[in-house]
Structure formats: C-alpha cells, structure tokens
C-alpha cells in the first residue's frame, strides 16, 4: 500500500473533518482561509486517494440503552486460513459486535461488544461468543469508561 503525502493545510483538514464530519464547505474554507473551489479539490483527492474513506456519524450507545462497553479477548484452536476466516466470517454476522481485531500476542482476536447490562452480556457471552467457531477461551474484560476522546487517525 502506497503511503500519501499530505501538506499542512490537508493535516489541518483532516483535523477539522475529523472533530465535525458535517461541517459545510463553505464553513471549513472559512476556518482554513481557502476557497471553496481549492477546498472541494483538496477533498476530492483526499477521497480519490482513500485517505478519507467514508463519512458516518457516531452515535451515543447509552442513549440506545447499550451501558455496557466490554473488550473481549478471543483465543482460537488452530490458526490456519480456513479458521480465521470462518471465525471472521462468522464475526460479521453477530450486530453485538461492534469491532473485532486480529492480534498479535497470546490471543488471536480483540472484540468490542456493547451491551445493554450485565444480563445482556451474560447472553451474547452464552449465545454468541461460545459459539463463534473453533474458540478455545473467551477472556472479557468490562470497561469502567472511555478516557480518550480522540476519534480517528492523529494527522
């Protein structure tokens, strides 16, 4: 994969796109003392480029009902092409799971999980992750609360 090379004023884009992805363009031109017309070429070759990928919005799970943040460490029985992808496969499957993470280490994968309490958890822990294929052990670990509020790639 070939590495971008971004001037000043696209790091400083990124920034800004990254704290309000909705922001106008007529706005961030404003903010970065460009024109529109330069501003939408930065971007569009920002995007043609792949270094923006796709645009979405974040949305508050507390506010759904989802209180709980939980990381769970996945260990597997055999890590050859076939396991890992029939255990990805069946990860994209699963909407309680949020992020999944191959790792390096003593276990093989990192999920994050949201769920509505503890006997939520007790559920998707019981119907989804003991389930999942060719898993040996299942460490889950609850998150207290998320201490960084940095989202996305630091540019």
Known sequence: METVTLDANDRRILRKMQQNGRISIAALANEMSLSESTLRRKLERLENEGVIKNYTCVIDAKKLGFNITVFV???????????????????????????????????????????????????????????????????????????????????
């Open 73 to 155: 460490s996945i260990k597997l029985g055999a890590q050859t092409d076939r396991d890992l992808n029939l255990f990805e496969r069946a990860v994209r499957t699963q909407p309680e799971i949020l992020e999944c993470w191959l790792m390096t280490g003593s276990d093989d994968y990192l999920l994050r999980i949201g769920a509505r309490n503890i006997e939520d958890l007790e559920r998707i822990h019981r119907e989804v992750l003991t389930k999942l294929p060719n898993v040996i052990s299942v460490n889950t670990a609850i998150a207290m609360r998320e201490v960084t509020v940095a989202k996305g790639v630091h540019v």
